[in-house]
């Protein structure tokens, strides 16, 4: 028969957590059971701690915070637990190690975990060999911990992005803030309920996003080693590059190019001494006969998909580009065509104005009769140049955007101001919306006729019913305990619960309108009638918030003022 040994048992108040565990302790319904398995069996395994460094008579708890907190919630007085001294060396590795280890762990406390560590001086590999882990799955783990506050507060809120693997966070984490900022934008406004239903994201789509970020440095319409941009380094000398951060990105290099057999310690391109300086000692040049100047400017070449990921750089490198090369084709060749997207045209540049999208002109070759120089203003040629002519409806005759605006017609200006007025109605709507529902639950006070209410939830369905048909819903389980929990509601709160519910569909259809071109006017129509809100009255307040402007009723039908003569065709001579 073995011996027992005895384990000996402090206080509960005298532990104190240690800020360096990685794990968030909330109180949940795991927690609760745990502290129910404590009130039966005890602590079947016990703190580990070490006396304070600083506060007499208390312990700095090293492992167990969860089980501290569970005996405090079952109203344990005393715990088990080993008390030793360790060096705060010891205490951390303890710590992190012991918790980094567990398999519940969220990605996000396993950052922080191995950040607290990279923090305190250990080294990648360091980090990599006590978890058994490679050093790039160290490196991108850690990485976490640099997500911006946006996202930050996404993962709080949306309980489908706090389910995201690791993997699809990391593609985010390892981008500067403005382009992650960028990615969150886009992400929260494609997960928008669309029709009461949400968007599975999957990594392969959210990488279509970051990719949008990030631009291969060989593809720049600009020399690599130029500095004449004001605030903007050479791409050359750069280290917001993809290739510089190898344990991030996965980089293809080129083989280091061969160079003649030259003078040891002197560079072959700028035959400058290798060594010139106290800080070229410690360079490592893999070619052995450049020198650290030289050597940036040809990894370029050599990590041929390095990308940049410095967004505003790029953006303003390019902008200056394009307006250098523009002086230079303007000044060797005359009047020039301006190619961009229907965003390039509303990005209020100077030359907005001329900008014409790419189906108002064709491509041609340079000695083509009428070929005139075209600049890309964005996309993937954007700063390149070819040669083209426009087309017949986008000539000067024409008067199109390549050269004087064609003044809008007074039916189009009209139906543009009835597009901002069904706006200002949707929005008034989901106002209304709004203050009929609080939360979950119908406001007191609301009433609503029961068989449209019921008629509503058949054709629209719930917020809830809506996400429980997506493909990821089986992996989730808060649709059963929304059923457990309904299971304890009255008969009047579900059928409350169930009328505010269809009422959040129908508002998260409304938002959907204000995205799309065209405002379906019947959809406004039927959310009147669901709410019991007046339409027509709704049309004239929207006409006194947005009036047509007085300067309209001077305007002909085709959009001219009417006191300017109007410019007569040349009638054909007959022949």
Request: with cysteine; charged share 30%.
């Amino acid at each position: 028969m073995g011996t027992s040994i005895e384990i000996p048992t402090y206080p509960v108040a005298q532990f104190i957590p240690t800020p360096d565990n990685p794990r968030t302790v909330r109180e949940n319904q795991a927690l609760r059971e745990m502290a129910d398995s404590i009130r039966k069996h005890g602590i079947l395994e016990p703190l580990l701690a070490r006396p304070h460094p600083t506060k007499k008579n208390k312990f700095d708890l090293r492992a167990g915070a969860r089980r501290l907190a569970a005996a405090k919630l079952a109203g344990a007085k005393v715990v088990p637990a080993i008390v030793r001294e360790m060096t705060d060396e010891e205490a951390l590795e303890v710590t992190v190690i012991e918790n980094l280890q567990r398999e519940d762990l969220h990605p996000m406390e396993e950052a922080k975990g191995i950040q607290t560590l990279l923090d305190r001086g250990w080294t990648l590999d360091q980090a990599a060999d006590n978890l058994g882990r490679s050093a790039k799955w160290v490196a991108r783990r850690a990485s976490l911990t640099r997500l911006t506050p946006a996202w930050l507060q996404f993962i709080e809120e949306d309980e489908l992005i706090a389910e995201w693997p690791a993997a699809m966070l990391e593609l985010v984490s390892r981008l500067p803030e403005p382009a992650q900022d960028r990615v969150c934008e886009s992400v929260r406004n494609s997960m928008r309920f669309s029709y009461g239903r949400r968007e599975r994201w999957t990594t392969q789509k959210l990488s279509g996003i970051v990719a949008e970020q990030l631009h291969i440095i060989a593809h720049a319409p600009w020399k690599k080693d130029d500095e004449t941009i004001p605030t903007c380094p050479a791409c050359t000398a750069c280290t917001a590059r993809s290739d510089l951060q190898a344990e991030l990105f996965d980089v293809e290099y080129n083989e280091a190019p061969e160079y003649p057999d030259n003078e040891p310690g002197v560079c072959v391109k700028c035959k400058r001494d290798i060594y010139e300086t106290e800080d070229d000692w410690d360079w490592v040049n893999d070619s052995e006969n450049l020198c650290q100047d030289c050597w940036e400017k040809e990894r370029v070449k050599m990590a041929p998909q390095a990308k940049c990921l410095d967004v505003e750089c790029w953006a303003a490198k390019l902008e200056a580009t394009v307006q250098r090369n523009k002086k230079q084709l303007e000044v060797e060749h005359g009047a020039i065509i301006m190619s961009g997207s229907y965003n390039a045209r509303q990005e209020g540049r100077p030359f907005a104005e001329h900008i014409i999208e790419d189906w108002n002109w064709d491509e041609v070759k340079k000695g083509t009769k009428g070929a005139k120089p075209v600049l890309f203003v964005d996309g993937p040629r954007a700063g390149q140049h070819t040669w083209g002519k426009l087309c017949n409806s986008a000539s000067p005759k024409a008067k199109s955007r390549a050269g004087e605006k064609k003044p809008m017609t007074l039916k189009e200006r009209r139906q543009g101001l009835k597009k901002k007025r069904l706006k200002w109605i949707a929005n008034a709507l989901i106002e209304e919306i709004g203050n009929l529902v609080d939360g979950d639950v119908i406001l007191e006070g609301v009433e609503f006729e029961q068989d449209a209410m019921l008629a509503l939830v058949l054709a629209l369905g719930t917020a809830e019913s809506n996400d429980s048909v997506n493909t990821w819903a089986p992996k989730s389980e808060k649709t059963w305990r929304d059923y457990d929990v309904n299971l304890e509601r009255s008969y009047e709160e579900m059928v409350d619960y169930l009328f505010a519910s269809a009422l959040k569909v129908l508002r998260a259809r409304l938002r959907n309108l204000l995205t799309m071109n065209d405002i379906y006017e019947p959809e406004l129509k039927r959310a009147c009638q669901v709410i019991k809100v007046d339409y027509p009255g709704l049309e004239t307040q929207a006409a006194e918030e947005i009036p047509e402007p007085k300067a309209w009723a001077n305007l002909r039908a085709d959009g001219t003022p009417k006191g300017k003569a109007r410019v007569k065709k040349k009638e054909k001579k007959k022949v």
